[in-house]
């Protein structure tokens, strides 16, 4: 298969991690027969000290270009603390999901059994979680008008969404619930907001198109709380985009860590894969990133973007094997955990690989 693929490495520790999501690539390609051919793009803080512009013409003509793209992170401190500054990293990914409409997120919830005790919650609440979130993308209160008034002390994000949004989200959701265990838990704020009761009643209305599904509404207040009492009532979570923005990375503890997180950001052309954590300016350039978020994304471009649902799973038994055999990043050690066996960055990308290697060999 020959599929062109875009890197766009961002800011902080998006290009030690991505690096390695690449070079997984090159190694899936080789033992498979693939050919994969690699461009690369700016977008974030670092386009924006290139260009000025958070997202650059040529990345984004680039991007709509490519088969899929392989993202890591945006963001840095200097904006964090200054709320004043009109150009941000993050526009770049914001425009650049709205420009290629990728409405829907997909947020694995993906549980190794090693990575039970490097969780938060007991192990015996998490085993057996398997979530998979899908969170709209496009719409809600990140692009809803903002305003603020002239003597600065107002300002207002217009939550809103439009029904097709909801309805082409919901089909997504449904269809991937047929293919698990055919449930679908639906998360708003209806008893509050009328964007909500518009996403009920438009759920509840393709509902009945999968009437095999068994639908559930459930208040993001008390999704938040069930989703640390008992993840495992579960299987396929739908939400707007900043629900489903803070209900993920309160659900990457359920898998032991944000550095274990991939996500997929699909719509009706080019797919986006990345990483649910930031930069994370705390560990830049320190070699401490964990590099599986990224390796995973690359699993889901391989299974999502391109169909090829056994070069993905050879990605994830080589994630498997590397936590069965004792390794790990900083991130996810915990007191039982050799010292010996915790690696940099560089470290577990390379074991990663070579797993991989091995299996191709072997097979
Ligand atoms: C995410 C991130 C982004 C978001 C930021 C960086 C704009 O938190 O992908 O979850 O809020 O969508
Ligand atoms: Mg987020």
Redesign the pocket.
């Known amino acids: 298969m020959k599929k062109n693929i875009l890197v766009i490495p961002g800011d902080g520790i998006g290009p030690e991690v991505t690096t390695w999501g690449k070079a997984i690539l090159e190694q899936i390609a080789e033992d498979f027969g693939h050919e994969f051919t690699f461009d690369e793009a700016l977008m974030g803080h670092a386009a924006i000290e290139a260009t000025g512009n958070p997202l650059p013409d040529e990345t984004l003509e680039k991007a709509k270009k490519s088969d899929a793209i392989l993202f890591g992170?945006?963001?840095h401190a200097m904006y964090d603390n200054d709320p004043s500054l009109k150009v941000r990293p993050?526009q770049g990914?914001?425009k650049i999901r709205k420009e290629l409409g990728l409405y829907a997120?997909l947020r694995p919830i993906l549980l190794f059994d090693e990575l039970l005790n490097a969780s938060s919650i007991k192990a015996s609440i998490l085993k057996g979680t398997d979530i998979l979130f899908f969170r709209e993308?496009t719409g809600d209160v990140?692009f809803g008008e903002k305003t603020r008034s002239e003597d600065r002390n107002t300002a207002s994000d217009l939550m809103i969404y439009h029904r097709y949004e909801v309805e082409r989200i919901a089909r997504k959701a449904y269809e991937a619930a047929m293919q698990r265990n055919k449930r679908l838990c639906s998360v708003d704020k209806a008893n509050v907001l009328e964007s909500s009761r518009l996403w009920r009643e438009t759920v509840q209305a393709i509902s009945k198109e999968y009437p095999e599904v068994k639908t559930e509404h459930m208040f993001i207040d008390n999704a938040a709380m069930q989703l640390i009492k008992d993840p495992k009532q579960f299987d396929v979570v739908l939400t707007a985009?900043l629900f489903g923005?803070i209900l993920?990375?309160e659900a990457s503890q359920i898998a032991g860590s944000m550095g274990m997180l991939a996500?997929a950001s699909i719509g009706d052309g080019t797919g986006f894969f990345?990483p649910?954590h930031?930069s994370a300016h705390d560990i830049t350039g320190k070699d401490l990133a964990n590099p599986l978020a990224s390796i995973l994304s690359v699993a889901l471009m391989l299974e999502i973007g391109f169909g090829l649902k056994e070069e993905a799973k050879v990605v994830v038994a080589a994630v498997d094997k590397a936590l069965k055999e004792g390794f790990r990043t900083n991130d996810i050690a915990d007191g039982t955990t050799n010292p010996y066996n915790v690696l940099g960055t560089k470290e577990m990308g390379k074991l990663v690989l070579k797993f991989i290697a091995q299996t191709a060999y072997t097979n």
Do not use: P, Q, R
């Open positions: 992170a945006v963001g993050e990914l914001l997120n993308l990140y985009n923005d993920t990375d996500s990345e649910i930031g």
